[in-house]
C-alpha cells in the first residue's frame, strides 16, 4: 500500500486495527467505529456549511445557475480569492506588526473582486471561507453547464 503523507499516531492506529479486525473485541471495534463517525462529522460539518451558504445565495440573493451562467469572466472564482484572502488575512494575528492594516488588506482585495465595493461584505473568518466555497461551488457548477453544451465558449451564456 502506498500512502501518499505520513499518517499521524491516530490515523496509524486505525490503520493497523483494522488491518487486525479479526483480533479486536467488541468495545474496540465500537470505539474505531466512533472515531471514524468522529472525523467524518468534522468534514462534512464545513461542507455544510458551504453548502447551506450555496443555498442563501441561490434563495436570498437570487444567484441561480441562469444568473451564474452570466458570469464568464471569472467573477465567481475571484469572487472566492476575494473572500478566501481576507479570510487569511483574519488569520494572521499580529498583521498590525507587519503592517497589515485593514485598508491595506482591502486594497489588496480590491482587484480581485469582482463587482461593486459596496458589495464586498465580509463577516469573519469562518464565514468568508463558508461564502469563498459557495462561490467555488457555483463557478464549478457553471463551468460543467458550459461543458454540458458541448463548447468551451462561455459566449453562448444567456
Not at 54 to 65: C, S
Not at 133 to 150: C, P, S, T, V, Y
Request: hydrophobic share 40%; charged share 30%; proline share 3%.
Amino acid at each position: 500500500m502506498t500512502i501518499s503523507k505520513p499518517m499521524t499516531d491516530e490515523e496509524l492506529a486505525v490503520f493497523e486495527a483494522c488491518a487486525d479486525i479479526d483480533s479486536l473485541t467488541h468495545d474496540q471495534v465500537i470505539s474505531l467505529i466512533d472515531e471514524v463517525l468522529r472525523m467524518r462529522a468534522l468534514l462534512i460539518d464545513g461542507v455544510l456549511e458551504i453548502a447551506e451558504e450555496r443555498q442563501r445565495q441561490i434563495t436570498v440573493k437570487g444567484y441561480t445557475a441562469e444568473h451564474d451562467d452570466t458570469h464568464v469572466d471569472g467573477e465567481l472564482a475571484r469572487a472566492a480569492i476575494a473572500y478566501s484572502t481576507h479570510s487569511l488575512y483574519g488569520c494572521l494575528q499580529e498583521r498590525e506588526q507587519f503592517g497589515f492594516s485593514e485598508a491595506l488588506i482591502l486594497d489588496t482585495i480590491a482587484p480581485w473582486w469582482p463587482w461593486r465595493d459596496d458589495e464586498f461584505k465580509p463577516l469573519d473568518q469562518a464565514a468568508d471561507l463558508q461564502r469563498a466555497g459557495a462561490f467555488i461551488a457555483a463557478e464549478i457548477a457553471r463551468l460543467k453547464r458550459r461543458n454540458n453544451r458541448g463548447t468551451d465558449d462561455d459566449s453562448t451564456a444567456d
